[in-house]
């Protein structure tokens, strides 16, 4: 029988297990290079990156486009999910529209942003922004329509008019699913931040990822690679601990 | 409008959900500090009586007349219906507070009537850290707390268990012969009707339930609800309840 408690010990070592096979068959000349730098390579063009500075502007380029896109895309979504619950016609405009958007992989817009905003933040800003929107629109939209109706009914006999109601049951309801999607939220912001980057920038994890890309440098590719994980998995925990004190009454 | 000690004049009232009417003319009155109940089968509408008197269901034809104002009405459902993100001394505030009272003030007034119901102590703990027991009362402590002059209750002690049922049904009791507030109680359970009630209202089987039968119940107050049970009174008006409502079960399911 596994003891849950050492489920931890035992993924670590697993992971030590498979990056120390992956060493030993690269320097046994096993592995190409090109394709599978061993994690020992990898290691040394991360540290070559922070060594020398060179990774502060890009880590600061991704991280003002997603987290711009994240804070853009909940606030407009929220908004505009509230008003398509609470008032028909705006339903009856956005729901097609957020619903062709939901069904496309909005990241082909990444071009088309481009185009229109250019090479610079807001172009990576206006993806992040667009993948968040939409999740955050249906995540309260569906949600406030699906509110308990007995807590509708119980703040309206005790004289709630429509402001109460949306002060103490939509908008509590609304930050309980925002929360309970802000995990996806930020790695859709980063998705989108970083495949903008990836197509037309001067900066960013996604521009060097690119950069990578074209020189065939594979250690570099991984080491962002890591990176990235490293820093969504940050945020996934920041995320989780607000998640868990703001929903501390579930 | 009610008579000068009608509080609730309820006048050939009939509800539909569309089709067949649930609740066809039912009328009843609720006096000043009195105790009524509404017993009936399931689906004769009792909820939906409620539910047209509180403003939440609008009658085919009729009228639920009240010489009171929204505010002096309170409501206890069969859920406690507490917004889980407040805790038991914000639900309470709540009520208060939607009904005009400045915040400090209500406060003050939420922990006098949660200690008054035996949760001194609970103020900061959320719905879910709390009892159904306890859960019952800070929705009582909501609705007394308002000082309403009338409560509707619909079913509200069936989700308890039999110990906590019966501490909540004393305590209600108690505040309620105390205080001289009325009470419309919709319930199924016969006993519940006759123990705590000073009239009793008999639906028949719906659809197009009708109030079938009234009973006064002259059980002396201040009653305990367990003792009343003891009350000379009591057993042959329970058979005669129960008599009338299996022959209005039994009539319908004829009919049908």
């Known amino acids: 029988m596994l003891d849950p408690r050492y489920a931890w010990l035992r993924r670590l070592i697993a992971l030590a297990l498979v990056l120390a096979l992956w060493e030993a068959a690269g320097r046994a000349g096993w592995l190409n290079p090109l394709f599978a730098p061993s994690p020992s390579k990898v290691w040394v063009a991360l540290v070559d990156l922070f060594a020398d500075g060179r990774i502060w502007p890009h880590l600061e380029a991704t991280f003002s486009a997603a987290l711009g896109g994240l804070a853009l895309g909940i606030v407009v979504g929220v908004l505009l999910g509230v008003a398509a619950a609470l008032i028909p016609l705006v339903a009856e405009l956005l729901e097609p529209v957020m619903s062709v958007l939901n069904a496309i992989p909005r990241v082909i817009l990444?071009?088309?942003?481009?185009?229109?905003?250019?090479?610079?933040?807001?172009?990576?800003?206006?993806?992040?922004?667009?993948?968040?929107?939409?999740?955050?629109?249906?995540?309260?939209?569906?949600?406030?329509?699906?509110?308990?109706?007995?807590?509708?009914?119980r703040v309206v006999t005790l004289g709630g008019n429509r402001l109460a109601l949306v002060q103490h049951v939509y908008l509590p309801s609304v930050t309980a699913w925002v929360l309970g999607n802000l995990k996806v939220a930020v790695g859709f912001a980063f998705t989108g931040a970083c495949v903008g980057e990836f197509v037309a920038a001067t900066h960013g994890l996604g521009y060097l990822l690119s950069f990578a890309q074209s020189t065939y440098n594979a250690a570099l590719m991984f080491a962002l690679i890591l990176l990235i994980l490293v820093v969504v998995m940050l945020i996934f925990v920041i995320a989780g601990r607000l998640e868990r004190h703001l929903l501390r009454w579930n | 409008m009610p008579g000068a000690n009608?509080?609730?004049?309820?006048?050939?009232?009939?509800?539909?959900?569309?089709?067949?009417?649930?609740?066809?003319?039912a009328s009843l009155s609720v006096g000043e500090g009195s105790f009524v109940s509404l017993v009936g089968p399931s689906g004769s509408g009792k909820s939906s009586l409620l539910r047209a008197v509180i403003g939440l269901q609008q009658p085919l034809s009729g009228a639920a007349e009240t010489t009171l104002s929204h505010a002096e009405i309170g409501l206890l459902f069969q859920d406690d219906a507490l917004l889980p993100w407040k805790t038991a001394r914000d639900n309470v505030v709540l009520g208060l507070t939607l009904n005009g009272m400045e915040r400090g003030k209500a406060l003050v007034e939420a922990d006098t009537w949660l200690e008054r119901l035996g949760l001194a102590g609970f103020g900061d703990r959320f719905p879910r850290h709390l009892s159904g027991g306890q859960r019952k009362r800070v929705a009582l402590a909501q609705v007394l707390a308002r000082r309403p002059k009338l409560i509707l209750m619909d079913e509200p002690f069936a989700s308890l268990d039999a110990i906590v049922r019966s501490r909540v049904i004393r305590d209600v009791v108690a505040l309620v012969e105390q205080s001289g507030?009325?009470?419309?109680?919709?319930?199924?359970?016969?006993?519940?009707?006759?123990?705590?009630?000073?009239?009793?209202?008999?639906?028949?089987?719906?659809?197009?339930?009708?109030?079938?039968?009234?009973?006064?119940?002259?059980?002396?107050?201040?009653?305990?609800?367990?003792?009343?049970?003891?009350?000379?009174?009591?057993?042959?008006?329970?058979?005669?309840?129960?008599?009338?409502?299996?022959?209005?079960?039994?009539?319908?399911?004829?009919?049908?």
């Open chain 1, 110 to 153: 990444a071009p088309l942003f481009v185009i229109w905003l250019g090479i610079g933040i807001a172009s990576k800003v206006a993806l992040s922004f667009i993948l968040v929107a939409v999740l955050i629109f249906f995540t309260v939209y569906t949600g406030i329509r699906q509110v308990d109706r007995k807590l509708v009914e």
């Open chain 2, 6 to 25: 009608t509080l609730l004049h309820v006048r050939d009232l009939t509800i539909s959900y569309g089709g067949e009417p649930v609740l066809e003319r």
């Open chain 2, 181 to 256: 507030i009325s009470v419309l109680l919709v319930t199924h359970d016969l006993e519940e009707a006759l123990t705590l009630s000073d009239d009793v209202y008999l639906l028949s089987q719906g659809p197009r339930a009708r109030i079938t039968q009234h009973y006064h119940v002259p059980i002396p107050r201040p009653r305990d609800p367990v003792l009343s049970r003891t009350d000379p009174a009591f057993a042959p008006l329970y058979e005669r309840l129960w008599a009338d409502l299996s022959r209005a079960v039994d009539h319908r399911a004829e009919a049908a």
